[in-house]
């Protein structure tokens, strides 16, 4: 039975959604299984275990396959929100109070080292001739995802950011897991290794994108539809890819007013619209636009080696999904 | 070569924190990895991974194949301490500053979460039959020990526990990872169920009077030596062995003269001198120490199944080892 893409991520994200919970649903005590429910079950696009079992079996393998893999990919994820979250002194994640604001600092700690141990437990019944090698690279992205959060913290600090120094971090932080996540799908679906590369490249290319549109939506979207404050990462000073770019133009009175409104304490709402409005001054809404469709064009290009079917039909409309979403 | 238990323990120690530093040497970025190498390099007995390691021997394997796997677990040590020094609140820990207090909480918890991610990267290359039973007991047993930092963290909040409450709540935050290290050596030894059972139960038995020991050196020992303040677990309110048993005593009296410098704010070194004395009086230290003793006879019974060794030996000397520790 041939599924429209929508279909097809309707049934995988209910799976997923589903299991995720199964494993969470007998656990005790409730101070660890609570929060650790509470934040898989925002909702949330599924989008990385998606592309995990979509990855399997765009090289032959099945969905069902990589049903665990996934569901501990997704866990992962959520870990990482959950404890991002806390570092970022972020309130809401998805319209809902985070997990330090709902509980507490210490309730959030444990319930994302919860949900990480918990994905390697699902991942642990990953059935493959060579499961080592699925670890080892789960581990590895993982790891590199620290790294990114690492950089990502570093750099709040810093003034003199270039474009690259963004990438690097973005890569890591969050593209990572998007190249992880298709790789091991490629592995679990028994891809042979050039497909396994051009798995990784297609998520490494897809997350670039992903995130430098999660960048503009910080600025560009509706309040309501995003779930949280418009201009928060202005407001933390991170380092986005618009920020690290408006900051790099030559044209120096653009950037001194753009400074001037950054270094606000408080930057209210009324200086989130003029660095807005500042941004579509120094070109820079529109570099990060073209730069989402340069990457996604790149990914597209990547997935050559995988045979014409259909999960390779719905990783290139994932592409155009993840162009078009709002929050 | 035979070796003393004294020389066996200094071999494997320095192999293990060799190893592990290796694992984290060239990391990237350094606001990452030089908090993680700190974190390790505290010193510390290494007596869980050396643990593995032995009952990895006892059962007729190798120390050096169950390497990986030991390295693995006291990076997950060492992951739960950094953790749980934050949701403790805790300045000290083995005589320097905590990883919160010397960086900051965002450091320390990433720093905690790329330790565990590590440990599971170190994993990945144990090289047995049937690694998938291996990585799933190995992430029961780190579930357990979230839940039994729950737990702990729960029961601050109450003041109604009986000693049965208290064993559950060690038996997974402190023992359980004793009773995994010694259940995953001897599968990585090719141990025999009864013989993987057996172990399982002699690290259970050995952890739970490991954490009796550390509740009772927190009141009895000398501050120099322990590396922290004495008195810590009753600042914070910590429902230890010793609070637990005294609490439960009939004598109304003593009872009340307990709560008393419990509930006082600040607790002066004074208030746990008088504690202290009171423990004595309700017969709470020797409850204390019947109990560990308790422990390590059962515990010397679990390795019935064992075949006499070198190795098994040393496991039965590593219960004296324990006994008679100072910090």
New interface residues.
């Given amino acids: 039975m041939i599924h429209s893409l929508a279909q097809k991520l309707d049934i995988l994200k209910e799976q997923i959604s589903h299991s995720m919970l199964e494993w969470m649903a007998q656990?005790?005590?409730a101070?660890?299984y609570e929060p650790m429910r509470y934040a898989v079950s925002a909702g949330g696009k599924r989008l990385r275990p998606i592309l995990l079992q979509l990855a399997c079996e765009s090289v032959g393998g099945h969905t069902a396959q990589a049903l665990d893999a996934a569901v501990a990919l997704e866990m992962v994820h959520n870990?990482t929100l959950v404890?991002d979250d806390?570092?970022d002194h972020d309130d809401l994640r998805r319209g809902r109070q985070t997990l330090h604001k709902r509980w507490d600092?210490?309730?959030a700690?444990?319930a994302?080292?919860?949900l990480?141990?918990?994905a390697?437990?699902a991942?642990?019944?990953v059935k493959i001739p060579n499961?080592?090698e699925v670890?080892?690279r789960?581990?590895?992205g993982?790891?590199k995802v620290?790294?990114g959060?690492?950089?990502d913290?570093?750099y709040e600090q810093r003034d003199d950011l270039s474009l690259d120094d963004y990438l690097e971090m973005i890569d890591k932080k969050t593209a990572e897991l998007f190249a992880m996540a298709s790789e091991v799908g490629a592995i679990i679906g028994g891809g042979r290794g050039d497909q396994v590369t051009a798995m990784r490249r297609y998520g490494a290319t897809l997350g670039r994108a992903f995130q430098i549109q999660d960048d503009l939506l910080d600025i560009v979207a509706d309040e309501g539809e995003l779930g949280k404050t418009i201009g928060s990462d202005l407001k933390e000073g991170k380092k986005t890819f618009l920020m690290v770019h408006a900051l790099n133009r030559p044209d120096e009175e653009l950037v001194r007013r753009l400074r001037e409104r950054l270094n606000r304490n408080p930057i209210t709402a009324e200086d989130v619209l003029a660095v807005r409005e500042l941004l579509v001054q120094t070109g820079t809404l529109k570099a990060a636009r073209d730069e989402i469709e340069r990457a996604l064009a790149r990914a597209r290009e990547t997935l050559q080696p995988i045979p014409d079917n259909a999960a390779k039909n719905h990783l290139i409309q994932l592409l155009q999904l993840v162009a078009a979403r709002r929050s």
Avoid: N
């Fill in positions: 656990g005790e005590p101070a660890l870990f404890h806390i570092m600092e210490s309730t700690i444990l994302g080292d919860g990480l141990v918990l390697y437990l991942l642990s019944r499961p080592q670890w080892r789960f581990s590895l993982i790891l620290c790294e959060q690492a950089l913290k570093a």
